[in-house]
């Protein structure tokens, strides 16, 4: 598994997003065995942001996508649950309609470089000692 370390802080591959359209979204799926894991997904923004979350909706934990890479509306303007139909704002992943309204999806922090999204270590490690 590819990682960096930027500003002092380690971050390790999570996903291409250079080919990423805007209003648009792709998971990705960190396994570090032991260290943890992440289920996420990246979305970008009809302005070009990039925003990631983790693949889990506040109201049950099932995830969110539709189908493998579909996380969005069909307008491409909000996140949306497949499951009950939660809408969830791409800026903040605030739930703003649906059952678990006012709650957040998990925002991660990443960086992008050389069009790769590359998630903090610390999202993702069950044991940040190790
Ligand atoms: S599981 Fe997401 S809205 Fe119910």
Redesign the pocket.
């Known amino acids: 598994m590819e990682k960096i370390e930027v500003a002092g802080v380690h971050y390790v591959k999570a996903v291409e997003v250079e080919s990423l359209a805007s209003k648009s979204s792709r998971a990705f799926t960190i396994d570090l065995g032991e260290q943890g894991g992440c289920d996420g997904f990246i979305v970008r923004e009809e302005g070009g942001a990039l925003r990631a979350y983790k693949n889990s909706?506040p109201?049950?934990g099932?995830p969110?996508n539709w189908t493998p890479d579909q996380f969005l509306t069909i307008s491409g303007q909000y996140i949306q649950?497949s499951?009950?139909?939660?809408m969830f704002k791409t800026q903040n992943g605030e739930c703003f309609a649906?059952?678990?309204g006012g709650k957040f999806l998990k925002a991660l922090s990443f960086v992008e470089k050389n069009g790769i999204a590359y998630l903090a270590l610390q999202e993702i490690q069950k044991n940040p000692s190790i």
Request: charged share 0%; glycine share 16%.
């Open positions: 909706c109201h049950t099932a969110l649950c499951i009950h139909g939660a649906g059952p678990c």
